[in-house]
């Protein structure tokens, strides 16, 4: 049974910095890649990041692009989203998922098959 459970959210700042991890269970971690997802009140759920199994390459949203970085740990079963310079408009529920193999598009979630249960980060002004 797959499991991904996120944590390191919390208030900050706005400038400040934040890690989330993600520790995935049920899988063999170093066999998927991942992506981290954000969801605001009233707004669809958003890619932030994501990471390939293969070669670790990255891609993230523009809004973020410079300002998170998105990193694995394979030994850990864990993946990280280290956010700096956060701003208010990060506010958000931050979920990490996997990446369903042979889907073709990172940045769209149905393109992930399991889910976390989200953390809150909240940027203060």
């Known amino acids: 049974?797959?499991?991904?459970?996120?944590?390191?959210?919390?208030?900050?700042?706005?400038?400040?910095?934040?890690?989330?991890?993600?520790?995935?269970?049920?899988?063999?971690f170093s066999s998927y890649s991942?992506?981290?997802?954000?969801q605001a009140p009233g707004k669809e759920r958003a890619f932030v990041a994501y990471i390939r199994w293969t070669d670790g390459a990255t891609y993230y949203a523009d809004s973020v692009k410079g300002r998170?970085?998105?990193?694995?740990?394979?030994?850990?079963?864990?993946?990280?989203?280290?956010?700096?310079?956060?701003?208010?408009?990060d506010t958000a529920?931050?979920?990490?998922?996997?990446?369903r193999a042979g889907s073709g598009f990172y940045y769209r979630a149905n393109s992930y098959d399991y889910w976390g249960q989200g953390t809150q980060v909240t940027v203060s002004s």
């Open 34 to 38: 991942m992506g981290w997802f954000r």
């Open 68 to 89: 998170f970085t998105i990193s694995r740990d394979n030994a850990k079963n864990t993946v990280y989203l280290q956010m700096n310079s956060l701003k208010p408009e």
């Open 1 to 28: 049974q797959v499991q991904l459970v996120e944590s390191g959210g919390g208030l900050v700042q706005a400038g400040g910095s934040l890690r989330l991890s993600c520790a995935a269970s049920g899988l063999t």
């Open 93 to 99: 529920v931050y979920y990490c998922s996997r990446f």
